[in-house]
């Protein structure tokens, strides 16, 4: 699986908007980015982001390939999540919680600790 802390801050941009569309030519990449590059520097990032196993050509449509993710954006989020749980906590899902949780600006609704509680319970029902 391809790791997405590797990617720069302008591949991450690039499959930001490949995610947002599900699949798109490096001329609607190149319109969706900031400050957009030449459209040759998006095809080489394009490139690169196929090498690391980020992107794929879906197909040809006359002289335009359209590219999609490698992954789901829920697969490249958990996977994401994992990098980040092991990195910075350890790969405590309670720390991260509760680091989150004690910031300031944190606010917590009824309905989403009504959420998580009920995750939490689902999770010790099925032994994880």
């Given at each position: 699986m391809s790791d997405s802390t590797n990617l720069s801050r302008r591949e991450r941009q690039i499959m930001n908007v490949?995610?947002?569309?599900?699949?798109?030519?490096?001329?609607?990449?190149?319109?969706?980015?900031?400050?957009p590059p030449t459209d040759?520097?998006?095809?080489?990032?394009?490139?690169?982001?196929?090498?690391?196993?980020?992107?794929?050509?879906?197909r040809k449509e006359g002289r335009e390939v359209i590219y999609a993710p490698a992954q789901s954006?829920?697969?490249?989020g958990l996977h994401a999540l994992r990098s980040v749980l092991d990195t910075f906590?350890?790969?405590?899902?309670?720390?991260?919680?509760?680091a989150h949780l004690t910031r300031k600006d944190?606010?917590?609704?009824?309905?989403?600790?009504?959420?998580?509680?009920q995750l939490i319970d689902d999770a010790k029902k099925q032994g994880n």
């Open positions: 490949l995610h947002e569309l599900g699949s798109a030519t490096v001329a609607t990449v190149q319109g969706k980015l900031p400050d040759m520097a998006v095809r080489r990032l394009m490139h690169i982001l196929e090498e690391k196993g980020h992107a794929k050509r879906l954006k829920a697969s490249a906590f350890g790969g405590a899902v309670d720390e991260a919680l509760a944190a606010a917590l609704t009824d309905e989403q600790a009504q959420r998580i509680q």
